[in-house]
C-alpha cells in the first residue's frame, strides 16, 4: 500500500504560481506512475497531468501544457506539480495519485489505486 499527501495549495492571484507536493510512503514510490487529478466543485475530477516511473515521460491536460510541470524525485519519494500562469479556472481540489499498470500514459482515475486526500487552490484577485 502507499500513502500519499498532498501540500503546497493556496490562494494565489491570476499570473501567479504555486508548487503542489506529493509526499509517498509505504510501498515503493518509484515502482508507481504518478498523476495529478483536480476537482472543481459540481464538476467531475478531471486529468491534469501524469510522469511515469522513472521521470522520463510526462503528459499533460491540453489546458494546463505550458503552465503546468510534472515531475518527481525518487530518492525523496515524492513528486511535484509546478503550477504558473495560473487562471481563475484552474481553482479546485488538486489530487495526486499512484497506479502501477504496465501502459503508464493514463488519464483516467479509475486506473489509478492510491490516492491523497487533497490540497486546495484557488486562484481569485
Known amino acids: 500500500q502507499v500513502q500519499l499527501e498532498e501540500s503546497g495549495g493556496g490562494l494565489v492571484q491570476p499570473g501567479g504560481s504555486l508548487r503542489l507536493s506529493c509526499a509517498a510512503s509505504?510501498?515503493?514510490?518509484?515502482?508507481?506512475?504518478m498523476g495529478w487529478f483536480r476537482q472543481a466543485p459540481g464538476k467531475e475530477r478531471e486529468f491534469v497531468a501524469v510522469?511515469?516511473?522513472?521521470?522520463?515521460?510526462?503528459g499533460y491536460q491540453s489546458s494546463v501544457k505550458g503552465r503546468f510541470t510534472i515531475s518527481r524525485d525518487n530518492a525523496k519519494n515524492t513528486g511535484y506539480l509546478q503550477l504558473n500562469s495560473l487562471k481563475p479556472e484552474d481553482t479546485a481540489v488538486y489530487y495526486c495519485?499512484?497506479?502501477?499498470?504496465?501502459?503508464?500514459?493514463?488519464?483516467?482515475?479509475?486506473?489509478?489505486?492510491?490516492w491523497g486526500q487533497g490540497t486546495q487552490v484557488t486562484v481569485s484577485s
Open positions: 510522469i511515469n516511473s522513472s521521470g522520463g515521460n510526462t
Open positions: 509505504g510501498r515503493t514510490f518509484s515502482s508507481y506512475v
Open positions: 495519485a499512484v497506479h502501477s499498470r504496465s501502459s503508464w500514459y493514463s488519464p483516467r482515475p479509475n486506473d489509478y489505486v492510491y
